[in-house]
C-alpha cells in the first residue's frame, strides 16, 4: 500500500510517500498556515502543499494514480489551515484520535479525499485568568507522541520532550492515552534574545555549538535564583569583564531558558509530572544533550530518561498519522 502523509506546521510543510512502512520519498517546503494569516487567502498554502506533494511524488518516481491513501496532520486543521477541526478534548487514545478523524475532498491539492488527524487540547473549561494556565493544546505534536508510544512501547505514565520553535511537553498516562500537554515559547525566545536583542553582540553564532556543561548549569541555576530576565542579561556581563568565550555564554543561555522549561514541568497546572515518572527527550542533537544533562541528578527526574537517537525519532509524523488512520481502518 502506497500512503501519502502531510505532515504542515506553522511554516512548514513536509510530504512523505510511505510503502510497506518506509518511505520512499520526501518533500519539504517553507508554507504553512502563517500564509494564511499574513495574505488572508489558503491559496498559497493549497499551490505550497500541491507543489510538495509534487515533489515528493517524484522523488519515489511514483505518480498520483499510484497512491491509495492520503493523510495529514499539524496546523493544517486549525482555522488558517485547510481543513479545520476541533481539538479533541484529553485524555485521548490512539482510538479516540481515529474515531475524531475527518475526510474532506480538496481538488486544488490533491485529486482524492484527504484524512485529516485533529489535534489534542487539555481538559479545561470557562476558561479565565484564574485557571488559564492550565489551559494547552496540540496539534502535530499527537501523531509525533503516538509514534513514540508505539515505537517504544510506552505503557507507564511518561512525558514526552519535542523541543521546536515551541517545547511541547506530552504527558502520557499508563494506558497509552495523551493526559494533556504544556507548552513554553523556549526555542522562539532563544531566536529572539540570540538574534534580536542587545545579546547578539555577545553571542557569535547565535546558538550553542557543543555542550558546556558548567555553564548550562549555571545558566540554569541563575535563572531559577534571580529570574530569566536577569539571567539572559547576566550573558552581556560574562562578555563585558569575563573570560569565557561565546560558546560558554550561549550555553549560559541556553541552561537559563531550558532550566525555566523545567520549572514549568515541575509547577504548571497543565500537566501532572509527578517525581519519577519516565521521561522521553527528542529534538536536535545539541537540545537533547542539554535537557539530559539538566535533568541528571535532580531528583524531581528520578524516573528512567531516555534521550532519543535520530533514527528513533524520523518521520515521527507521518509514521503516527498512519497508526492512527490505521485504527480507523483506513490502512492496512
Not at 53 to 73: M, N, P, V, W
Not at 98 to 119: K, Q, Y
Not at 239 to 264: C, E, P
Not at 295 to 312: A, K, R, Y
Request: with cysteine; aromatic share 4%; net charge negative.
Amino acid at each position: 500500500m502506497n500512503i501519502l502523509t502531510i505532515d504542515t506546521g506553522t511554516t512548514n510543510t513536509r510530504v512523505s510517500v510511505w510503502q510497506h512502512g518506509a518511505v520512499i520519498g520526501q518533500a519539504a517546503r517553507q508554507v504553512g498556515v502563517r500564509d494564511t494569516a499574513i495574505t488572508g487567502s489558503r491559496t498559497r498554502l493549497e499551490e505550497g502543499v500541491r507543489e510538495t506533494i509534487a515533489e515528493a511524488l517524484a522523488t519515489a518516481e511514483l505518480g498520483e494514480g499510484d497512491i491509495d491513501r492520503a493523510l495529514a496532520s499539524g496546523m493544517i486543521t486549525s482555522n488558517m489551515g485547510l481543513c479545520e477541526i476541533p481539538h479533541v478534548v484529553a485524555a485521548v487514545g490512539i482510538d479516540d484520535l481515529a474515531g475524531a478523524m475527518r475526510e474532506s475532498h480538496l481538488p486544488n491539492v490533491w485529486r482524492d479525499p484527504i484524512w485529516f488527524v485533529p489535534g489534542v487540547r487539555n481538559a479545561v473549561e470557562h476558561i479565565g485568568l484564574h485557571n488559564c494556565e492550565a489551559m494547552d493544546m496540540m496539534r502535530g505534536e499527537e501523531v509525533e507522541s503516538f509514534a513514540l508510544v508505539e515505537r517504544l512501547g510506552l505503557d507507564e505514565p511518561t512525558v514526552i520532550v519535542l523541543p521546536g520553535s515551541h517545547s511541547k511537553f506530552v504527558s502520557i498516562d499508563a494506558e497509552r492515552r495523551i493526559e494533556g500537554c504544556v507548552t513554553t515559547l523556549a526555542g522562539e525566545l532563544l531566536h529572539v534574545i540570540s538574534h534580536d536583542t542587545i545579546l547578539a553582540s555577545s553571542l557569535k553564532e547565535g546558538f550553542a555549538q557543543r555542550i558546556d556543561a558548567e555553564m548550562l548549569l549555571a545558566g540554569a541555576a541563575s535563572a531559577k535564583k534571580i529570574g530569566l530576565g536577569r539571567a539572559c542579561f547576566s550573558v552581556r556581563i560574562l562578555d563585558q569583564f569575563a573570560v569565557y568565550d561565546a560558546n560558554a555564554r550561549a550555553n549560559f543561555l541556553l541552561g537559563a531558558v531550558l532550566g525555566s522549561d523545567l520549572l514549568t514541568l515541575k509547577n504548571s497546572s497543565a500537566i501532572r509530572m509527578s517525581p519519577g515518572t519516565r521521561f522521553v527527550v527528542s529534538g536536535k542533537p545539541i537540545l537533547r544533550e542539554a535537557i539530559a544533562r539538566l535533568v541528571e541528578g535532580d531528583d524531581f527526574f528520578s524516573g528512567t530518561v531516555t534521550v532519543l537517537g535520530d533514527d528513533e525519532q524520523r518521520d515521527l509524523a507521518g509514521h503516527g498519522a498512519i497508526a492512527v488512520a490505521r485504527q480507523r481502518g483506513l490502512v492496512g
